[in-house]
């Protein structure tokens, strides 16, 4: 089975898939993730994508698209993906489409996570992550034990240079621009579930898991 998780940034997508994919025995693809990760080994990728992450812009279709096909060709992908982050423009949704007929597969269900602007926002400035093991926390709704630290005990947590305010508004309006529409391309394939985002992590959990199974 192959899940896309679509919503704005901040919506919950990386804490959802997270549990999701150990549920389902999916792979969890977070093209964010991955971006960040070849920017920290300094990779040429790595090295392109850093100033359009940083002022809050779309990495080019091209780079983003062989990074996930790559990833997606992956064996430890071989039993389905949960797709996080990825596509974010129609380009990369028909990119995604040819890649998966190539291999004789295909997307079976998309959950777009609708979660209001203005509570998306105070999400990512409460973010705080993990540089070490990639765990998420929220300074009010998701807190680690111990102020700043990682519960993982990883060590201290950092802010996302782009979950500062400016950066912010910038990747809203990137959302609303360019990946919004997506929302009207999976629902005429048929393939889009919407689910109310703003409540809690476990119901919003529970409600994503449903259609998970549904699909299965
Ligand atoms: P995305 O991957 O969509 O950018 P994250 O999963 O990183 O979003 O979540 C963004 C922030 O919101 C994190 O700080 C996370 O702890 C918090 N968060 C996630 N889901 C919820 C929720 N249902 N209610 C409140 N806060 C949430
Ligand atoms: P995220 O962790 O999903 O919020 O992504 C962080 C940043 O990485 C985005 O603001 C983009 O600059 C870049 N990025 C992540 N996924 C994509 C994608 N599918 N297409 C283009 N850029 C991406």
Sequence with gaps: MNVILLGPPGAGKGTQAKRTAAAFGLK????????????????????????????????????????????????????????????????????????????????????????????????????????????????RFHPPKTDGMCDGGCGALVVREDDKEAVVRQRLKTYHEQTEPLIAYYREKGLLRQVDGSRSVDQVGAAVDALCRGAQ
């Design 28 to 139: 969890h693809l977070s093209s964010g993730d991955i971006l960040r990760a070849e920017r920290k080994a300094g990779t040429e990728l790595g090295r392109k994508a850093q100033s359009y992450m940083d002022r809050g812009a779309l990495v080019p279709d091209e780079l983003v698209v062989a990074m996930m096909a790559d990833h997606i060709a992956r064996p430890d992908a071989a039993k389905g993906v949960l797709l996080d982050g990825f596509p974010r423009t129609r380009a990369q949704a028909e990119a995604l489409d040819r890649e998966l007929a190539r291999m004789g597969n295909r997307i079976d269900l998309v959950i777009d996570l609708a979660v209001p602007d203005d509570d998306v926002a105070g999400r990512l400035t409460g973010r705080r992550s993990c540089p070490k093991c990639g765990a998420v926390y929220h300074i």
